[in-house]
C-alpha cells in the first residue's frame, strides 16, 4: 500500500516509524510519504492561508498549493482514495477503516485554521477516474487539525492491510469488528489485589468460555454504546 501524506507539519509524521507501522515500512507492505504544502508555494513567504470569503474568523487554507500537491501525487494514479480529515465529515468507523485497507492508494490532505477552501475538495471529486474522495471526522470534537486525526486512521486501517498483524485471529476477535464492543480480558495471576479473573475463563470449558464472553460483549455494548444495538 501507498500512503501520501500532505501537511505543514512533515515533523508530526515521524512517530510512523516506530512499533508495528514502521515495521510494515521497512519490510516495504506500507510505502509512506509525507509531503510539506509548503513546498507547493512559491511565493517568498510560502503562503497557505488566507483570510475567510464573507468574514469570519479564522484563516482557511488557499486553494492553489494543495491542487499542485494533489496534481503532483495523483499524476499518473488510477485507484486512489483522497482522505480530507475534517470534523465535518462522515464518522470514521471501522468499515471504513476495511474499505481504506483495501485500497492501494490512499493520500490525506490534514488542513489547519478554519480548513482548506472547499474547491479542493469537490475538484478531487471531478476526477473519479484518478481518486476516491473521502471526507472524514474522528468524533464529535475539534483537533487543531488533520495531522493526529490522519494518523489515527492510518493507524486503523494499516493494521488491517494483509501481513500487518502478526496473529490475524485478533484482527477478528476485537471491538467492532462484530458491532459490538470487545469482551473484558485477563492474564496471569488467577488472581490480583484480591481481585479474582472470572472462573469461567479457568474452567477449560470453551463453549462456556465464548458464550460468556459474548455475553460480556453484549452486556458492555448495552451499557456503554447502546446506540450501536439500534445502528
Ligand atoms: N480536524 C479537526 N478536527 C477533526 C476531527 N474531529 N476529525 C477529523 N479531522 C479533524
Not at 483522497?82 to 468507523?93: I, Y
Not at 470449558?205 to 455475553?215: C, F, G, K, M, S
Amino acid at each position: 500500500m501507498r500512503i501520501d501524506v500532505v501537511t505543514i507539519f512533515p515533523e508530526f509524521f515521524s512517530v510512523l516509524d516506530v512499533s508495528l507501522l514502521g515495521k510494515a515500512r521497512q519490510s516495504g507492505l506500507i510505502d509512506i510519504r509525507v509531503h510539506d504544502l509548503r513546498g507547493f508555494t512559491h511565493d517568498r513567504h510560502r503562503t497557505v492561508d488566507d483570510t475567510p470569503t464573507g468574514g469570519g474568523a479564522g484563516m482557511v487554507m488557499k486553494p492553489e498549493p494543495w491542487g499542485e500537491a494533489l496534481d503532483t501525487i495523483l499524476a499518473g494514479t488510477a485507484d486512489a482514495v483522497v482522505v480530507f480529515p475534517t470534523p465535518a465529515g462522515e464518522l470514521f468507523r471501522q468499515p471504513v477503516a476495511r474499505e481504506l485497507a483495501d485500497a492501494p492508494h490512499l493520500v490525506f490532505c490534514c488542513g489547519r485554521y478554519e480548513g482548506i477552501d472547499q474547491r479542493v475538495v469537490d475538484h478531487t471529486r471531478t476526477r473519479p477516474e484518478v481518486a476516491a474522495v473521502r471526507e472524514l471526522s474522528l468524533g464529535d470534537y475539534v483537533l487543531n487539525g488533520g495531522e493526529v486525526a490522519a494518523m489515527a486512521i492510518i493507524e486503523a486501517a494499516g493494521r488491517l492491510v494483509p501481513g500487518m498483524v502478526g496473529n490475524p485471529e485478533s484482527l477478528v476477535e476485537e471491538s467492532h469488528e462484530d458491532g459490538l464492543l470487545e469482551y473484558p480480558s485477563y492474564t496471569k495471576p488467577a488472581v490480583w489485589r484480591e481481585l479474582e479473573t472470572p472462573p469461567v475463563l479457568l474452567s477449560g470449558n470453551h463453549a462456556a468460555i465464548a458464550a460468556w464472553r459474548r455475553e460480556q460483549q453484549l452486556e458492555r455494548t448495552r451499557r456503554i454504546r447502546p446506540e450501536l444495538l439500534r445502528d
